[in-house]
């Protein structure tokens, strides 16, 4: 599982064999928490987040949502900025 980005105590991942559970999303990893979060919406799937991880965790989302769906559909992953 590539890290995409770090920021506030977040991990951005995204596994391989994405293809195989589709809709399009990427992982948050906190100390206690690790979720998916939609790239299409920035929304989180499942489970629960923290609320201030949450919306951080969106806006990083939105801001990169081109390069992170490309990402999702090539399999070829870099790192992006992370929030400042």
């Not at 506030?8 to 064999?17: E, K, P, T």
């Not at 589709?22 to 906190?30: D, E, L, R, S």
């Not at 919406?41 to 939105?62: Q, R």
């Amino acid at each position: 599982m590539p890290t995409i980005s770090y920021f506030y105590g977040i991990i951005i991942v995204m596994y391989l064999r994405n293809k195989e559970h589709n809709p399009p999303h990427v992982h948050a990893i906190t100390q206690d928490f690790d979720a998916p979060f939609l790239i299409a919406t920035g929304e989180i799937m499942e489970g629960e987040f923290p609320s201030k991880a949450k919306a951080l965790v969106k806006e990083f989302i939105l801001k990169y949502q081109s390069e992170l769906q490309i990402m999702w559909e090539t399999e070829t992953y870099r790192k992006l900025p992370p929030l400042d």
